[in-house]
């Protein structure tokens, strides 16, 4: 089942925070995010597992509510190169992902 | 470090035609995933690759697609007898066969039905 999103859209100016929210209806495996920008590949970010682990990439962290069947990904003091659009993929299983349906972010000068 | 490629980039065909397309992993990794990705969507998962066997198969997956993976390193993936709605970017994917480990994305075929 996929997992649903929020927000869809989110305009920052350099510099300023976000966070972005992923939440399933059931149990999961892990959480995997992911970043698109237009007319390329996703590209992985991080894997959170069971046992809410935070993990980081550049100012870019995350974490794993699996009690609540949430991650959350923080984009910290955002950069112009973190525009695109975000996707959390959540597995019940150690291979298939189900992905949300994005969060657009667009970091503006 | 090659990544995963896929070929061809842009396809536009005439409904009722068939298509296939190419899949080559990242050379060390077992696992393989189609992925089909329609415009202000997510990836929906279509099928999966342990090597040279496809476990599973997404309900999406009509009979008029078929994926193979023969020796176990590149796949195909063929649409028959194509239709409007089957027009979307199809994505490849691939993994290390152990648990826990990123999914790494090729940029995909976008296929355009006329």
């Known amino acids: 089942q996929q997992p649903v999103q929020s927000p869809q859209a989110v305009i920052l100016r350099e510099g300023e925070d976000a966070v972005i929210n992923c939440s399933s209806s059931?149990?999961?495996?892990?959480v995997h995010w992911y970043r698109q920008k237009h007319g390329e590949a996703p590209v992985f970010l991080m894997i959170?597992?069971?046992?809410?682990e935070q993990k980081g990439h550049e100012k870019i962290s995350a974490s794993f509510n699996e009690k609540k069947q949430q991650s959350s990904l923080y984009l910290t003091a955002s950069q112009l190169s973190y525009s695109g659009t975000y996707f959390c993929?959540?597995?019940?299983?150690?291979?298939?992902?189900?992905f949300g349906a994005g969060t657009t972010v667009t970091v503006r000068a | 470090d090659t990544g995963v490629s896929q070929d061809p980039r842009h396809k536009i065909t005439k409904r009722g035609q068939n298509v296939t397309f190419r899949c080559d992993p990242i050379?060390?990794?077992?696992?393989l995933y189609w992925y089909r990705q329609t415009l202000g969507q997510g990836p929906e998962f279509l099928t999966y690759?342990?090597?040279?066997?496809?476990?599973?198969k997404s309900r999406l997956l009509s009979d008029r697609f078929s994926a193979e993976r023969p020796k176990g390193s590149f796949s195909t993936l063929e649409i028959q007898r194509t239709e409007q709605g089957d027009s979307a970017m199809y994505l490849c994917?691939?993994?290390?066969?152990?648990?826990?480990?990123?999914?790494?994305f090729g940029d995909g075929t976008r296929l355009s039905i006329l």
């Open positions: 994917a691939s993994s290390p066969s152990t648990g826990d480990q990123p999914q790494h």
């Open positions: 959170l597992l069971k046992g809410g």
């Open positions: 690759f342990q090597n040279e066997a496809q476990l599973e």
């Open positions: 993929g959540t597995a019940r299983n150690d291979y298939k992902l189900s």
């Open positions: 059931k149990a999961l495996y892990s």
């Open positions: 050379s060390e990794h077992n696992r």
